[in-house]
């Protein structure tokens, strides 16, 4: 009781505490610079542009409009430079409020006008943005090459400020691809870097970034160190903004450590600045925070007040991990109440949310093996070059000392054979040494394939193991869940509901859970069969066979199919089929695989949009053969609702699944390029427009 009632003190001192005025003498004074230049020239617009960024952490309303208006001012008047500065300020903004899309399309922008005017600094600034907004994304492998790219620029100018932010957001991105011994590094460099410089900001943030590291090694009090460092530099500058943000960081440490009273002080205090600051993902993060303290000092009530919020305000943004921790928190807090129901309810969000993160796990690895792969390729292509600029070097000198020697030697027939000799010596050792070059290269060259090869494996391992995590791990909660539920029975202190009520709800609840656990384990043993499928794959006996009736007969299998899951879906099949067709020789089990996986992904996306209910749609699916010089053809079209260009470049990538978790393996299609490339020597595409449908093209050689 005690400490709530110094918790309300705190909640109630803040929310009257009088807001802070965002102004600084710096900012005061270009204030007065702008009201007194009121030309509308490039001065003004660069005026409004440094108005701006003095005020981007404590105003970010202001300032963003500011920004707009110097973007505004510059685009008139054709002032290149004045517009990428204010586009570069928006992107920073847009970042900050989790608006990704516009961000990015703001700091590309920047970019390009920065190049345009021959600022380097200025695309330095502007890639260090990208590389934020693609990590922000989890788009790790474009954030690393954004970031190197604003590395290389900030090296060549000898630009110490921005070689200590370059190297800690590398840093930081390797912390989330788990390169723990890398991110220390890249960590460590910035923060010498930044020292160097002086800069208090980047110093700042290099400290910011071991915290983070810290934090995700589990080392919470080595965490809370770095990110107080941090704020103490946020206080130096004023920063209202940064400091919020390590407020919050240490809260979370604080809490961790069980240190509740100081974890409450914090979580309020960064309430009602950001709050006042508008900080939208701030305030979720406080959120997250108080309902993680509450819970864990037993009041679940407020737990679930906040919880709540946070759960709501997470899903808005797509903030997926802050999504994922309030729902384990809401779960937790339900079960504290008694609630089962809901704590089942949000048990189940967990698990999908946890699931969707997992899968951005998979993309972290395939990121670090796509930066292993890259940086392998590119030590093979700086050897090549050095070693052919040793040779040329060497071919140089060689002939410089043949024309010395000529010169010297016009007079002397017996000199001047000698030298030939000797030059036509040196040319055939240059010539070997080219040789054992262009051999060592062949080397390199299959080493690198080989280790692109054991990347694939080793994606394609992860991606089995994830693959079978989730629905174990599904299992797994459920069963806990279900326990959870038993031990609150033999609980006699507990407060519940009329035995026969309470009994009814937990049968029902344990009926729902072993639904639950049954089908994931279907899906479990689904997996595992499509990898067999894979492994299998190839090995049928070729027959000549009548490709019209095969896909008559698959077509008609994927149809029932479906319509055995819903009996009410309806679809026009429409054939045309080539009565000239001769018999081809392929596997037919292999190739009806592929034939009813390609049917079957075709009447589910008509069945998806008719979903929709929108008006006038008639689900169809077009199966045509046709022959061709030296093949024949087997198109598959649907007017389902199509694929985004994103979609389309992983569709054949083993996992990958646009349906809903429990639904897709993501090999289906892996598989049947598998039968259709390697099986029977054709070819699998597909072309697709969103909103219009979606063609598989099988070819096969005639």
Same mark, same amino acid.
């Given at each position: 009781?005690?400490?709530?009632?110094?918790?309300?003190?705190?909640?109630?001192?803040?929310?009257? /505490?009088?807001?802070?005025?965002?102004?600084?003498?710096?900012?005061?004074?270009?204030?007065?610079?702008?009201?007194?230049?009121?030309?509308?020239?490039?001065?003004?617009?660069?005026?409004?542009?440094?108005?701006?960024?003095?005020?981007?952490?404590?105003?970010?309303?202001? #300032? /963003?409009?500011?920004?707009?208006?110097?973007?505004?001012?510059?685009?008139?008047?054709?002032?290149?430079?004045?517009?990428?500065?204010? =586009? %570069?300020?928006?992107?920073?903004?847009?970042?900050?409020?989790?608006?990704?899309?516009?961000?990015?399309?703001?700091?590309?922008?920047?970019?390009?006008?920065?190049?345009?005017?021959?600022?380097?600094?200025?695309?330095?600034?502007?890639?260090?943005? *990208?590389?934020?907004?693609?990590?922000?994304?989890?788009?790790?492998?474009?954030?690393?090459?954004?970031?190197?790219?604003?590395?290389?620029?900030?090296?060549?100018?000898?630009?110490?400020?921005?070689?200590?932010?370059?190297?800690?957001?590398?840093?930081?991105?390797?912390?989330?691809? #788990?390169?723990?011994?890398?991110?220390?590094?890249?960590?460590?460099?910035?923060?010498?870097?930044?020292?160097?410089?002086?800069?208090?900001?980047?110093?700042?943030?290099?400290?910011?970034?071991?915290?983070?590291?810290?934090?995700?090694?589990?080392?919470?009090?080595?965490?809370?160190?770095?990110?107080?460092?941090?704020?103490?530099?946020?206080? *130096?500058?004023?920063?209202?903004?940064?400091?919020?943000?390590?407020?919050?960081?240490?809260?979370?440490?604080?809490?961790?450590?069980?240190?509740?009273?100081?974890?409450?002080?914090?979580?309020?205090?960064?309430?009602?600045? /950001?709050?006042?600051?508008?900080?939208?993902?701030?305030?979720?993060?406080?959120?997250?925070?108080?309902?993680?303290?509450?819970?864990?000092?037993?009041? @679940?009530?407020?737990?679930?007040?906040?919880?709540?919020?946070?759960?709501?305000? #997470?899903?808005?943004?797509?903030?997926?991990?802050?999504?994922?921790?309030? #729902?384990?928190?809401?779960?937790? /807090?339900?079960?504290?109440?008694?609630?089962?129901?809901?704590?089942?309810?949000?048990?189940?969000?967990?698990?999908?949310?946890?699931?969707?993160?997992?899968?951005?796990?998979?993309?972290?690895?395939?990121?670090?093996?796509?930066?292993?792969?890259? *940086?392998?390729?590119?030590?093979?292509?700086?050897?090549? *070059?050095?070693?052919?600029?040793?040779?040329?070097?060497?071919?140089?000198?060689?002939?410089?000392?043949?024309?010395?020697?000529?010169?010297?030697?016009?007079?002397?027939?017996?000199?001047?054979?000698?030298?030939?000799?000797?030059?036509?010596?040196?040319?055939?050792?240059?010539?070997?040494?080219?040789?054992? =070059?262009?051999?060592?290269?062949?080397?390199?060259?299959?080493?690198?394939?080989?280790?692109?090869?054991?990347?694939?494996?080793?994606?394609?391992?992860?991606?089995?193991?994830?693959?079978?995590?989730?629905?174990?791990?599904?299992?797994?909660?459920?069963?806990?869940?279900?326990?959870?539920?038993?031990?609150?029975?033999?609980?006699?202190?507990?407060?519940?509901?009329?035995?026969?009520?309470?009994?009814?709800?937990?049968?029902?609840?344990?009926?729902?859970?072993?639904?639950?656990?049954?089908?994931?384990?279907?899906?479990?043993?689904?997996?595992?069969?499509?990898?067999?499928?894979?492994?299998?794959?190839?090995?049928?006996?070729?027959?000549?066979?009548?490709?019209?009736?095969?896909?008559?007969?698959?077509?008609?299998?994927?149809?029932?199919?479906?319509?055995?899951?819903?009996?009410?879906?309806?679809?026009?099949?429409?054939?045309?089929?080539?009565?000239?067709?001769?018999?081809?020789?392929?596997?037919?089990?292999?190739?009806?695989?592929?034939?009813?996986?390609?049917?079957?992904?075709?009447?589910?996306?008509?069945?998806?949009?008719?979903?929709?209910?929108?008006?006038?749609?008639?689900?169809?699916?077009?199966?045509?053969?046709?022959?061709?010089?030296?093949?024949?053809?087997?198109?598959?079209?649907?007017?389902?609702?199509?694929?985004?260009?994103?979609?389309?470049?992983?569709?054949?990538?083993?996992?990958?699944?646009?349906? @809903?978790?429990?639904?897709?393996?993501? %090999?289906?299609?892996?598989?049947?390029?598998?039968?259709?490339?390697?099986?029977?020597?054709?070819?699998?595409?597909?072309?697709?427009?969103?909103?219009?449908?979606?063609?598989?093209?099988?070819? %096969?050689?005639?």
């Amino acid at each position: 009781m005690r400490s709530a009632t110094v918790l309300a003190f705190w909640l109630l001192a803040l929310a009257l /505490a009088p807001g802070l005025r965002a102004q600084t003498p710096a900012a005061d004074s270009l204030r007065a610079e702008v009201r007194a230049h009121a030309r509308p020239d490039t001065a003004r617009a660069n005026r409004l542009n440094a108005l701006a960024l003095a005020l981007r952490n404590n105003a970010p309303e202001e #300032s /963003a409009a500011l920004f707009r208006t110097a973007l505004g001012l510059s685009q008139r008047l054709g002032y290149v430079a004045g517009a990428a500065e204010a =586009q %570069l300020g928006l992107g920073f903004y847009h970042r900050h409020r989790g608006e990704y899309g516009v961000a990015r399309t703001y700091s590309e922008q920047a970019r390009q006008g920065f190049e345009q005017v021959g600022s380097r600094r200025g695309q330095t600034r502007s890639l260090y943005n *990208l590389a934020c907004v693609f990590l922000d994304q989890g788009m790790y492998a474009k954030s690393l090459q954004a970031n190197l790219l604003g590395l290389a620029l900030a090296e060549a100018q000898h630009d110490r400020r921005w070689q200590a932010f370059l190297n800690t957001q590398l840093g930081i991105t390797s912390t989330y691809l #788990s390169e723990y011994d890398r991110a220390r590094s890249y960590l460590n460099e910035g923060l010498r870097w930044a020292q160097i410089s002086g800069d208090q900001p980047s110093i700042g943030y290099a400290y910011s970034g071991l915290g983070m590291l810290h934090k995700m090694q589990g080392q919470w009090a080595a965490a809370q160190r770095n990110f107080e460092q941090d704020n103490a530099n946020y206080r *130096l500058m004023k920063d209202q903004g940064g400091m919020l943000y390590e407020d919050i960081n240490i809260g979370d440490m604080l809490e961790r450590q069980g240190k509740y009273p100081q974890a409450f002080a914090y979580g309020f205090r960064s309430l009602a600045r /950001a709050s006042r600051l508008q900080k939208l993902n701030e305030v979720t993060r406080v959120q997250l925070l108080l309902a993680r303290t509450f819970l864990h000092t037993h009041q @679940p009530d407020s737990a679930l007040r906040y919880g709540q919020l946070c759960l709501r305000a #997470s899903q808005l943004h797509g903030t997926k991990n802050i999504s994922r921790d309030a #729902s384990q928190v809401l779960a937790q /807090a339900s079960v504290q109440r008694g609630r089962y129901a809901d704590a089942y309810r949000y048990e189940q969000l967990f698990g999908v949310f946890k699931d969707s993160l997992n899968s951005s796990d998979l993309q972290r690895r395939a990121a670090v093996l796509e930066y292993r792969a890259e *940086l392998a390729k590119k030590q093979v292509q700086i050897g090549l *070059l050095t070693k052919n600029a040793q040779l040329i070097r060497k071919q140089n000198r060689q002939q410089g000392w043949f024309l010395a020697g000529a010169l010297l030697g016009l007079g002397l027939v017996g000199g001047l054979s000698v030298v030939l000799w000797r030059n036509n010596r040196d040319k055939q050792r240059a010539y070997a040494q080219l040789e054992q =070059q262009q051999a060592e290269l062949r080397a390199a060259q299959t080493q690198l394939v080989q280790a692109e090869k054991w990347a694939f494996v080793g994606e394609v391992s992860a991606g089995i193991a994830h693959e079978l995590q989730n629905p174990l791990n599904f299992m797994k909660n459920f069963a806990e869940v279900s326990t959870a539920l038993l031990d609150d029975e033999d609980d006699p202190a507990a407060d519940r509901p009329a035995p026969a009520e309470l009994e009814q709800a937990i049968l029902t609840g344990l009926r729902k859970n072993l639904q639950q656990i049954s089908q994931h384990g279907q899906r479990a043993s689904a997996i595992i069969n499509d990898m067999l499928a894979h492994a299998r794959s190839g090995h049928g006996q070729a027959a000549p066979t009548d490709l019209n009736a095969l896909v008559q007969e698959y077509l008609t299998l994927a149809y029932r199919g479906l319509q055995a899951q819903d009996a009410a879906f309806r679809a026009t099949l429409r054939t045309e089929f080539d009565p000239a067709l001769p018999p081809v020789a392929v596997v037919p089990p292999d190739l009806g695989r592929v034939l009813l996986n390609l049917c079957g992904n075709g009447l589910y996306a008509v069945r998806a949009r008719q979903q929709t209910g929108e008006k006038d749609f008639q689900p169809t699916l077009t199966v045509r053969t046709q022959q061709h010089d030296g093949h024949v053809e087997i198109r598959v079209r649907d007017n389902g609702m199509g694929m985004s260009a994103a979609v389309l470049a992983q569709v054949f990538q083993p996992f990958f699944t646009t349906k @809903p978790a429990g639904e897709g393996t993501g %090999l289906g299609l892996s598989l049947s390029h598998d039968i259709v490339t390697k099986g029977h020597g054709g070819t699998l595409t597909v072309e697709s427009r969103e909103g219009q449908g979606t063609e598989f093209l099988v070819r %096969l050689p005639r």
